[in-house]
């Protein structure tokens, strides 16, 4: 039997005192300096939650004036948690809005914005000043509770209805107000570090009163929310906007006059990445819920599981297309600060990209379920046509007629009701309609009446089933409603497609600001996107100028399972020429290299 080692003798060598240091945590600190110590190159923050990644030390050359901060090439773990606060705040609202009309789209984005530079604002201060100790982790705890009182209060906002949500508006000003609170904070204390460096002074400082004057502003916002006018709550909407872009300006204005602030070798480029990819998988998410909404095994057509299989190659599409343009080496000061402020329409496009497919697809999902009822109900009105013959007014004259229709439509309606999970329960206004058939006394006339509002009540019922909010709530016969819903997803196809062209574009400039030396095959990359993004944005003006002479075009295209798909081949094109050029530069250089070589 071998006998354990005292404990003073298996602490004796190096390598088990290490051993032991990784598998144990280490004493967190009360508080702890930004600043880099003289030489150092790798951060204990990191040590200490298991990761090796490299820290920049103090600047060779630097100005003595200007602190040498700690700054990490990779974002820390807490960071990352922080992070999944914003996937429940983004998974929460969305599943509590569906944008279906202009209206619903400008709230979306709306909370999207007051989110994304609450987001950006804590990430700013992380990349640049975060280090563990029970002080951060602290503060850190408070940017999670404003991060819970957004998710609280997001399903709520709708500047749509003021009345009804001023206290939440109210609640939302305040919970803004602490989380600016908590940066000021943050900021005085990373001064109070920094204070025997001159130059620290001012923009540490200014960053306090930014994060100071934005507090009070939102509070400020707060009682405006007292009224229940339409327009005090518009005017503090509008409030959110206008002061989150301008804390933003400040504070990035105030990063690029100082090299110690500078966003150079930080993390902020991975953690826009990060975000890049939790908002492409709000589509996923989507994309799943879409699958459970769908019922039955039947109702997964050819059609609707080529809709998500496209759902899923263009998200797979956009991350290729965001990650594999990414050269972090290469950005500078300025352009970093117009990369990173492009990243905000960059999210809104590519989170309505998603968020379009997803109702794009239940759109075809839909029409793969009414098309078939409204067949079966037509059948049945020309039976009744049929045995009348031209005898409009004579009626059915006998209970066999009478139960035989009834029997046949309570027989399409129930198939109906199976596949969507809902044979147990059938609407009390469906249920009426079918009452009225069961009697002999009514003629052709009435029938056909019976059919047809048994036919629109029910395609209400299957857009109230899939979670899709009607525009006109008064329409009562099948035209209206389908004219309705084709309105409806006029608005989703109109906002996916330009979404989907700004995202070409849009990336075209992040690749484009990426990039100090580009070659003439990146260039050529680089106005393939755009052009492709501008055809795809001219594809939106199908349903804009749906009232002139090309309404039936539009009509046939939205009706068809082609509309994703269209997105798909654009960004594959895209893939691909990017590819070809790619390949043609670098035969180019090798080529060149050979002949120079040879010489």
């Known amino acids: 039997m071998v006998k354990p080692l005292p404990l003073g003798e298996f602490l004796a060598e190096e390598e088990d005192v290490k051993t032991f240091s990784i598998s144990h945590p280490k004493h967190i600190p009360l508080y702890a300096s930004p600043l880099a110590a003289e030489g150092q190159e790798h951060d204990e923050l990191s040590e200490h939650s298991g990761e090796e990644y490299k820290k920049t030390p103090a600047h060779m050359n630097r100005d003595p004036d200007e602190p040498p901060l700690r700054v990490a090439h990779e974002a820390g773990t807490i960071q990352l948690f922080y992070d999944l606060f914003f996937v429940a705040n983004l998974t929460t609202f969305t599943s509590a809005h569906e944008v279906s009309n202009g209206q619903n789209l400008a709230s979306y984005i709306g909370y999207f914005s007051v989110l994304w530079f609450t987001w ?67 900021y005085a204390i990373a001064w109070w570090w920094t204070k025997d460096y001159k130059k620290a002074h001012l923009p540490l400082i200014g960053h306090v009163i930014i994060e100071f004057i934005t507090a009070m502003v939102f509070l400020g916002l707060s009682f405006t929310f007292h009224r229940t006018t339409d327009q005090s709550v518009l005017h503090g909407d509008i409030g959110f906007y206008v002061m989150s872009a301008v804390e933003a300006a400040g504070v990035l204005s105030l990063s690029g006059r100082t090299k110690f602030l500078s966003f150079r070798k930080t993390a902020i480029v991975e953690r826009l990445g990060l975000l890049t990819l939790i908002i492409l998988g709000e589509g996923v998410i989507g994309l799943t819920s879409l699958i459970r909404k769908a019922g039955t095994d039947s109702n997964f057509t050819s059609n609707t599981i080529g809709q998500i299989i496209s759902s899923i190659v263009i998200i797979y599409f956009l991350w290729m297309l965001y990650f594999d343009q990414i050269e972090t080496e290469r950005v500078g000061t300025v352009r970093q600060q117009v990369w990173v402020v492009l990243h905000f329409p960059f999210h809104v496009a590519v989170l309505l990209v998603v968020e379009g497919a997803q109702q794009l697809s239940n759109w075809r999902k839909i029409l793969d379920i009414i098309n078939p009822f409204e067949n079966d109900i037509s059948n049945i009105g020309y039976n009744v046509t049929g045995q009348l013959g031209n005898n409009v007014t004579g009626t059915l004259g006998n209970n066999e007629t009478a139960m035989g229709i009834v029997d046949a439509v309570n027989e399409t309606v129930n198939n109906l ?47 109230d089933t899939f979670g899709v909010e009607s525009g006109d709530t008064q329409a009562t016969s099948p035209d209206e409603v389908e004219a309705d819903q084709i309105d409806t997803f006029g608005t989703v196809f109109l906002y996916f497609f330009i979404s989907a062209g700004v995202v070409l574009i849009l990336l075209a400039a ?33 349903y804009a100028t749906s009232s002139m002479a090309n309404e039936n075009r539009f009509i046939n295209y939205f009706l068809s399972p082609w509309m994703l798909p269209t997105v798909v081949i654009a960004y594959g094109i895209v893939i691909l020429v990017d590819t070809i050029l790619v390949n043609f530069v670098k035969k180019s250089i090798l080529s060149k290299t050979r002949t120079n070589s040879r010489v």
């Open 510 to 542: 992040l690749f484009w600001l990426g990039k100090r030396r580009k070659s003439r095959g990146e260039f050529l990359s680089i106005a393939f996107r755009v052009l492709m993004g501008i055809a795809l944005t001219f594809v939106a003006l199908l």
């Open 417 to 463: 009701l199976e596949k969507l999970d809902k044979s147990e329960f059938v609407p009390p206004d469906i249920s009426y309609e079918l009452y009225e058939l069961d009697d002999p006394t009514l003629n052709q006339t009435d029938v056909l009446e019976i059919l047809y509002n048994v036919t629109s009540k029910v395609e209400v019922f299957i857009f």
């Open 120 to 186: 950006l604002q804590v990430a700013f201060f992380d990349v640049r000043f975060s280090n563990d100790s029970a002080l951060e982790r602290l503060c850190k705890a408070l940017q999670f509770g404003v991060m819970t009182g957004l998710a609280v209060v997001g399903p709520n906002y709708d500047p749509n209805e003021p009345e009804e949500n001023a206290n939440f508006f109210q609640a939302l000003a305040l919970i803004l107000m602490v989380s600016r609170l908590v940066l000021a904070a943050q």
